[in-house]
């Protein structure tokens, strides 16, 4: 299973889109700084606060350019239509995978 996904930091001012084929490690990654000169390491982006699911990599990918071709309000939008409050989304997609 593939996932597409945004994270943020602690003031949602900078949004990061990603792609994977493992949503919780990639997302550990990015929590722990596991690449210290990546750009989530540099801008402390540890927040989950979206994502979405795909059988196959090819559709993943191309959702993942969507997304990134798209304005900072389209990706505020798709963030606010599935978590309003931009909660952090990781302790919840840890019980449901």
């Known amino acids: 299973m593939f996932a597409v996904y ?12 990603g ?4 949503i919780v490690r990639r997302v550990y ?3 722990e700084k596991i690449s210290g000169k990546s750009f989530t390491a540099r ?5 989950l ?11 993943a990918i191309a959702r993942e350019k969507q997304i990134k071709a798209g304005s ?11 978590n309003l409050d ?10 449901d995978i």
Do not use: C, G, P, S
């Open 43 to 47: 801008y402390n982006v540890y927040k």
């Open 49 to 59: 606060v979206y994502y979405e699911f795909f059988e196959d990599a090819y559709n």
């Open 6 to 17: 945004i994270m943020t930091n602690k003031h949602n001012t900078v949004l990061y889109t």
């Open 86 to 95: 931009w909660n952090d989304l990781f302790d919840e997609l840890i019980k």
């Open 29 to 31: 990654e990015h929590r």
């Open 19 to 22: 792609v994977t084929n493992d």
């Open 72 to 82: 900072r309000a389209k990706k505020v939008k798709l963030i606010q239509d599935m």
